[in-house]
């Protein structure tokens, strides 16, 4: 089992920049390819983008360029710095930690962080 507490969300103009933070206690952080997801007022959750433990990311189109992943090993955080934020980025930000044991998929989440972004 593994436990995120995600923080960094906020109110932000257009074209400004947070950077969401996710701490991971529990099981060995090394085991879990970490991602962040997004739920917008109405709307389907969605991905964001994720990282693996060696570095390897993958982004939703929608935030390529604009959004990047980082982990931290040590500290057992990852992160994701969002510049050039849109009004479209609103939404609850959900840290994610995705464990495959035997090719069976266990995704633990976080209580979700708040980003809006004022046009």
């Known amino acids: 089992q593994v436990q995120l507490v995600e923080s960094g969300g906020g109110l932000v103009q257009a074209g400004g920049s947070l950077r969401l933070s996710c701490a991971a206690s529990?099981?060995?952080?090394?085991?879990?390819?970490m991602g962040w997801f997004r739920r917008a007022p109405g709307k389907e959750r969605e991905f964001v983008a994720r990282?693996?433990?060696?570095?390897?990311?993958y982004y939703a189109d929608s935030v390529k360029g604009r959004f990047t992943i980082s982990r931290d090993n040590a500290k057992n955080t990852v992160y994701l710095q969002m510049n050039s934020l849109k009004p479209e980025d609103t939404a609850v930000y959900y840290c994610?930690?995705?464990?495959?044991?035997?090719?069976?998929?266990?995704?633990?989440w976080g209580q979700g962080t708040q980003v809006t972004v004022s046009s």
């Open positions: 529990g099981r060995t952080f090394s085991r879990y390819i």
């Open positions: 994610n930690a995705a464990e495959t044991v035997q090719a069976v998929v266990t995704n633990y």
């Open positions: 990282i693996s433990w060696s570095g390897t990311t």
